[in-house]
């Protein structure tokens, strides 16, 4: 009852402020008869006309006429408005006469035209475009519409921002983030780096707005708060007014929806109905809006298939070893990704997410012939003389081979409180403690990587062309397979295989990507920290194999101080974005004796420095250490880790204390520490 009070009241407020906001021109916005554009808007100070704000310098009127002087800070601008009948407007630019709408809805009006052009920009994924937002957020209630919101059991967004979220990089696989500040007038410009043709979400804090931008434009956008409008002004600013008066809503699909569904052919039904509606409905706004362009078409129609492919390839979570029927994966080309125009970032999120899902299908096709026994990569490595084996290390090698297929399946299927112990049991072998020796060899695991690494190449890629994958299609994988393979090793590409992806892939963004991750890691690996000594040598516990013994080992120069051990991996995203706030609680933590233990599993030893590097984690009272496989999971073993990142504080009697929870509260960090004093 309260809230349908508060919300009558604002509607009523809202028309009484609009109705008493002026002088009839003041917030108002007008419409060109002649092309259907945007043409020119008023506040109380401020003008918007030719994609620029010019302020207002002065405003008269007579008889119900007005004439405006304006200035942008560099050129004036003489208006006249004549006498408003019926929402029609004669408005005078320059010398110029336009006959003009007012725009009394939340958008613009269809256009009186249609463009039968269906063409969106596409730039075939070239390098270094952007695109320019250009924003201005008239927000004369503030005050007022945060109190109500507060009144609302609602809290007050920061306005003092734009976000741009949901911003996909295809060729990289990962979603970016970009912001610009909103000044004390409601002014941003916002220029970031885009692929090809994008959408994203736009946060202008009490409004989101839906953007479809094209390499190399700038966009002007107003948002008018209290009357809820949101226009865009430009040369090409069409598609971006259509698309915001007339959205076509799309469902998600999740797990539990799926699984309710049914099986894979009651999906595929589902998902199909689904996307024959969303089209029907794309159908049915075109022929009752006639002027909509070719472009709004095109947009849509790709968004629905998209989709409806991305929806179709999540249950995969449904499948064995998550591998699709062959029927099925069939349908999801044929009625989908074919029929899918380019360029592919119109929908960049949500290809994302379908293709990440898709490739694994070929992926998982291609490595079911891979060999993946430790025989293979140990051959491999003695013919290019990076180990040599006698007699009784081949022996060891070849009882692994035998032994780990049913280990790993016991693994599998083991319940967590178990694992542990089935993890010693395998260990207990001699020849997994022959293993370890061999594949902790200097040189080895580097090597190891990059075989693997190669051969998994060498398979895929008549794959992609037994399945007849386009070219783009073909660089949008390999550009993402490369950067997951950077990101995850947090080391520069070996020559061999930056040698592949300069051969074969051919899209100047997608190359440009791996070229620049790459080199972001050569220059960080030679890069000098002001604290190199944190890196410790494994020396101290050489020969060791209790997790226990190690890690006790490994403390004892820090008894009588309390310790906060993270493990961690470069191959870990929550785990490296943990690092990058390490600089913060060092600083909100440095009153207390505290000690910061890092301990990386799985990481080589190069991308391992290069994390540390990258993030800063450093200082006298930080040590990192990088133990062999081996030794590593015997302490996680030991310390209980179920995921990474964990974070654990020890006492000053080197036990456990407490395991900390996940993401790292600082604040509840601070608290402990004080009571622990």
């Not at 808007?41 to 119900?64: H, M, Q, R």
Request: proline share 3%; with cysteine; aromatic share 10%.
């Amino acid at each position: 009852m309260k809230q349908t009070i508060i919300t009558i009241f604002l509607s009523v407020l809202t028309f009484v402020l609009c109705a008493c906001s002026g002088d009839g021109i003041t917030d108002t916005y007008w419409c060109d008869d002649k092309t259907g554009e945007w043409l020119i808007g008023l506040t109380e100070d401020k003008l918007f006309y030719d994609c620029k704000a010019w302020d207002i310098v002065s405003k008269d009127e007579s008889n119900g006429t007005f004439a405006i002087l304006a200035n942008d800070g560099k050129d004036k601008l003489d208006i006249g408005f004549g006498t408003e009948q019926d929402g029609k407007q004669t408005v005078t630019i320059g010398g110029k006469q336009y006959d003009c709408s007012l725009i009394d809805g939340w958008c613009l009006p269809d256009y009186l035209k249609k463009d039968p052009c269906d063409t969106i920009a596409d730039n075939h994924y070239a390098a270094g475009d952007s695109v320019t937002i250009e924003g201005w957020i008239v927000n004369r209630l503030p005050g007022i519409v945060n109190r109500i919101g507060k009144m609302l059991g609602k809290d007050e967004k920061n306005t003092k921002k734009v976000t741009v979220n949901m911003m996909a990089n295809i060729m990289t696989d990962e979603v970016q983030e970009f912001t610009a500040p909103i000044d004390s007038v409601g002014h941003f410009s916002l220029r970031m780096p885009i692929v090809n043709t994008t959408s994203f979400l736009l946060d202008c804090g009490r409004k989101n707005v839906s953007v479809v931008a094209e390499p190399n434009e700038t966009y002007f956008l107003t948002i008018d708060e209290l009357q809820g409008k949101v226009l865009f002004m430009g040369r090409n600013a069409r598609l971006q007014n259509e698309i915001r008066a007339h959205h076509i809503r799309m469902n998600g699909y999740g797990s539990d929806q799926l699984e309710a569904i049914g099986d894979f052919t009651a999906i595929l039904d589902s998902i199909r109905t689904q996307t024959k509606a969303a089209m029907r409905e794309l159908d049915v706004v075109c022929y009752e809006h006639p002027t909509l362009s070719g472009r709004y078409r095109t947009y849509y129609r790709n968004s629905i298939l998209t989709n409806g492919m991305s929806n179709l390839m999540r249950a995969k979570f449904m499948a064995p070893n998550y591998e699709l029927p062959e029927a099925y994966m069939k349908a999801v080309e044929e009625e989908y990704w074919q029929k899918l125009a380019e360029p592919y970032t119109l929908e960049a999120y949500t290809f994302t997410y379908f293709f990440n899902d898709y490739s694994e299908q070929l992926q998982q096709k291609a490595r079911s012939k891979i060999d993946y026994t430790l025989k293979w990569i140990v051959n491999q490595a003695e013919k290019d003389g990076i180990v040599s084996l006698s007699a009784r290390e081949r022996e060891a090698v070849a009882q692994y081979d035998a032994a780990f297929p049913a280990y790993n399946e016991k693994l599998k299927s083991a319940p967590d409180s178990l694992r542990e112990a089935i993890n010693a049991e395998f260990e207990q072998n001699d020849f997994v403690a022959v293993v370890n020796e061999i594949i902790s060899r200097e040189g080895y695991n580097d090597y190891a990587n990059t075989k693997f690494t190669q051969r998994d190449l060498a398979y895929l890629l008549p794959e992609m062309n037994a399945q007849g994958w386009s070219q783009t299609t073909q660089d949008i994988f390999l550009s993402r397979y490369f950067c997951h393979l950077l990101r995850g090793d947090c080391k520069p590409l070996d020559k061999s295989l930056l040698d592949f992806a300069e051969e074969h892939i051919h899209a100047p963004a997608a190359l440009s990507a791996v070229r620049a991750l790459s080199d972001k890691y050569e220059l960080l690996t030679h890069f000098m920290l002001d604290n190199e000594d944190c890196f410790k040598s494994n020396d101290i516990v050489k020969g060791m194999s209790d997790g226990e013994a190690i890690f006790q080992k490994i403390i004892e120069p820090y008894r009588g101080r309390v310790i906060l051990v993270d493990v961690w991996g470069t191959w870990c995203g929550p785990c490296k974005a943990q690092l990058s706030h390490c600089q913060e609680e060092y600083e909100r933590l440095k009153d207390y004796d505290v000690v910061y233990l890092y301990l990386a599993n799985r990481s080589s030893d190069q991308g391992w420095k290069n994390v540390v590097k990258e993030y800063q984690v450093a200082g006298k009272n930080v040590v990192h250490y990088n133990l062999p496989e081996h030794q590593q999971k015997a302490v996680e073993e030991y310390l209980g880790v179920q995921g990474f990142p964990t974070n654990i504080v020890f006492g000053r009697d080197g036990k456990l204390h407490t395991v900390l929870d996940f993401p790292l509260d600082i604040e509840a960090v601070a608290g402990l520490l004080e009571r622990m004093k």
